[in-house]
């Protein structure tokens, strides 16, 4: 098979870090690829006005697949702030640069597995109901629509004329029209009925592929009638066509303490921007945390594949380095099963969960221990261990 080609994205704070262990491990495996880095996060913003620069948006539409590490995101207010003195009061305006890779390449299908690796101190136990306790085992995706909902960037303070008039068509909002036009900030909510078909196709077309037996809608059209609503109808209707797998409703407040109580009951999960980004941390906080927790965007032509933790800055410049690389690497495992590389992504997952349940080599966040330099003293690995434990299990 000819050498293949990644853009390498590590973005911001530790995304420097663990996007190079997980390119240490996918040469282990033997995949062979050549990576070209491209620009983005934070310094960008402030030295260019754009975390997202052009360059890099040419890469992946030549390249169709990214590994992505973290961004670092601030307030509005904060943006201004650290923007160049060169640049201020010049129209530019701070945006998230992984949700503009999203929209621009309509990478509207996100995948979030969170899956419990046997071992794994973090994994979540409960009482037994005879005494003692017990280890239900986690197997959930969250299937989340990626590129419209309350991300989708369509918001005002102080809306101009033509929204406000709009806005005031509506009855409800009446009891608005009292505030001040410049104290009042709307965001808007913007669901379209193929993006809904979409992510429900794709949900129900992993779970049958891979053997679950439901497939969840996790939204809130009792209150949100329409755009919940919206996606909920869709869900049913997409799920007539596989008559095997069951369709579930539940409404993501209910859902949060039920993934606490039952989460063995669930498998492919299917939500909205805003709620699916919310379970899916739900269920990543069972299963170890967001050092573990991996997620793709998946779009026609170009797929890119990133951790859900942050940038975590403060632990950036630590020398060695202490931040687990294991979600990274498991998002590089859904590269590689992207790409048909199943075998191998098989063998780098094999690798982390005999590490994991060995219980040798332990991230700091694996021992419970407050992240800082003195963890290593304490007894934790550092990434670079992490990685070399994994490498060997290879």
């Known amino acids: 098979m000819a050498k293949r080609t990644i853009v390498s994205m590590p973005g911001d704070g530790i995304g420097k870090v663990v996007l190079s262990e997980a390119i240490r491990v996918l040469n282990a495996v033997g995949f062979e690829a050549e990576y070209i880095h491209a620009d983005i996060g934070w310094e960008f ?13 040419e890469a992946l539409a030549e390249h169709k697949v990214g590994l992505f590490g973290a961004i670092t995101s601030k307030p509005k207010d904060k943006a201004a702030e650290e923007l160049s003195p060169a640049l201020r009061d010049k129209g530019y305006v701070y945006y998230s640069p992984i949700v503009g890779l999203r929209q621009r390449f309509n990478l509207d299908v996100s995948i979030r597995p969170c899956r419990s690796f046997k071992g794994n101190p973090l ?3 409960r009482k037994a109901a005879g005494g003692g306790f017990e280890e239900p085992a986690v197997d959930a995706v969250i299937f989340r629509q990626n590129t419209e909902g309350l991300y989708g960037g369509v918001e005002w303070t102080n809306p ?29 909510r913007l669901f379209t009925r193929a993006a809904c078909r979409r992510i429900a196709r794709a949900a129900f077309e992993y779970a049958k592929k ?35 797998i069951e369709v579930w409703e ?44 991996c997620s793709a965007n998946i779009g026609d032509d170009v797929a890119v594949f990133e951790p859900t933790h942050g940038s975590a800055p403060k632990y950036e410049k630590l020398d060695p380095s202490i931040v687990n690389p294991i979600a990274m690497m498991l998002s590089a495992c859904m590269m590689l099963d992207h790409l048909g590389e199943n075998e191998k992504s ?23 221990l407050k992240g800082g330099p003195k963890v290593i003293s304490q007894g934790a690995a550092t990434t670079q261990q992490m990685t070399d434990a994994i490498i060997a299990k290879l």
């Open 160 to 188: 101009p004329d033509q929204v406000y008039e709009a806005l005031g068509t509506h009855p409800k909002f009446a009891r608005f029209k009292d505030c001040p036009r410049e104290d009042l900030a709307v965001s808007t």
């Open 250 to 293: 539940t409404n993501i407040d209910a859902q949060m303490m039920w993934l606490t109580k039952n989460p063995e009951d669930y498998g492919v999960i299917v939500a909205g921007n805003m709620f699916g980004d919310i379970v899916s941390d739900g269920f990543a906080g069972l299963v170890g945390g967001l050092g573990f927790a």
């Open 210 to 244: 891979f053997g679950y037996k439901s497939v969840t809608i996790c939204e809130k059209p009792n209150v949100i009638r329409e755009t919940s609503g919206m996606l909920t109808l869709e869900v049913r209707e997409v799920g007539k066509d596989y008559p095997g």
């Open 123 to 125: 994994n979540f136990i």
């Open 346 to 368: 098989t063998r780098i997952k094999n690798a982390i969960a005999t590490v994991v349940e060995e219980g040798k080599v332990q991230a700091y966040d694996m021992m419970k």
């Open 45 to 57: 913003w402030c030295t260019e006005g754009n975390a997202l620069p052009e360059r890099t948006i």
